[in-house]
């Protein structure tokens, strides 16, 4: 499972505070860029690690000489890591859409 996201650099025409905003660097064009693509990516990647755990957990069960129990049990940590993960970032949001939703204009 990996996580890491790449840092997005201003072009060095635009400045904060000059009243200039950057183009969407993938949400208007459809590449699938910026946070929307990053967590996108995230959540493949979450939902990718859970079905290895599940697959691993289905061929220990079944007796499978060439899967191990401690990558199996490996394998469930780092999915359940990563849905907690997840799930955490998920209340940030709704909590931050939830602030901005109730403050006074």
């Known amino acids: 499972m990996d996580l890491k996201l790449t840092p997005v650099s201003m072009p060095t ?3 904060p505070g000059t009243g200039v905003r950057p183009a969407a660097s993938g949400a208007a064009s459809g590449v699938g860029g910026g946070f929307a693509g990053a967590l ?3 959540l493949n990647s979450v939902s990718a690690a859970q079905n290895e755990a599940t697959r691993l957990q289905q061929e220990v069960q079944m007796e499978n000489p060439k899967v191990s129990l401690e990558e199996t049990m490996v394998a469930i940590q780092k999915a359940q890591i990563g849905f907690t993960a997840t799930l955490h970032v998920r209340n940030r949001m709704v909590q931050a859409y939830t602030d901005i939703m109730n403050m006074q204009v």
């Open 13 to 15: 025409t635009v400045r």
């Open 40 to 42: 996108k990516g995230a």
